[in-house]
C-alpha cells in the first residue's frame, strides 16, 4: 500500500529502537533540521518531546539515549521487571503548564514547564538532554508511582517504593533516603526484587 502526504512538515525525529536506527551523521545532516515544532527521541525503554528549538544545534543524541536506556535499566533492576518490555519505561515532555497544581505521573509524563516565546539556540540546557548524572529526582519520585505494582497496599508503602534516586554514571544506581523515617530493603527472592517499607 502507497501513503501520499501533502502539505506536512517533518519533525526531527532520532530513534534509536532495536528494528530502526536514526546514524549520528543522518541526525547531523537531516533531521534536527526539520522544522516541525516538536522533536521526537525514542528508543525501547524511553521516549521523550521537547521543542525543535532545544535540539536543531544538540551534536549527540546517540550518547544521550544511551544514558536514558541505562537509567531505564536501573529502574528495570531494581524492580525486578525485564529490561525490555512491551512499552516504553518512561515517555517525559515539556509544556507550558502540568495538568494539576502538583507533580504527577502520566503518558507523556509532563512535570517539567518551558516558555515557548523564549529565544533559544537549538542546544538548551535542560537536564531532559544532558547524559550522565544530571537529572531531576521529582521525575523518578513520580516514574515510581507509575511502576508500582498492587503488592505494597497503604499510602506510606505507596511513598517509600518511589524514594529511588537514581544514578546512570558508571552504571550505578543508589538508593537515597530522603525522609529519615524510610528504610529500603531489597530482597531478593525467586529471581525477582522486592521492596519493603520497614521503620514506620
Known sequence: M????????PAPFFSAKTFSQTSLQEWKDEQRHHLA??????????MM?????????????????????DRMDVVSNMLGYPLIRNNTIL????????MYGFYGI???????TYNPLQPENGNKNHWFLRPGDSFWETEFHEMGHAQLFSKFPGR???????RLRLST???MAWISILRSVNLLAI??????????????
Open 2 to 9: 502507497e501513503v501520499q502526504l501533502t502539505n506536512v512538515v
Open 37 to 46: 515544532p516538536w522533536a521526537d527521541f525514542e528508543s525501547d525503554k524511553y
Open 49 to 69: 518531546q521537547v521543542p525543535t528549538s532545544w535540539i536543531y544545534n544538540y551534536d549527540d543524541p546517540v550518547t544521550l539515549m544511551q544514558d536514558w536506556d
Open 91 to 98: 515517555y517525559l515532555q515539556v509544556d507550558v503548564d502540568i
Open 106 to 112: 502520566g503518558n507523556p509524563q509532563i512535570n517539567n
Open 156 to 162: 506510606q508503602r505507596r511513598q517509600s517504593t518511589c
Open 169 to 171: 554514571t558508571g552504571c
Open 187 to 200: 530482597i531478593h527472592r525467586s529471581r525477582a526484587t522486592r521492596l519493603h517499607s520497614t521503620g514506620w
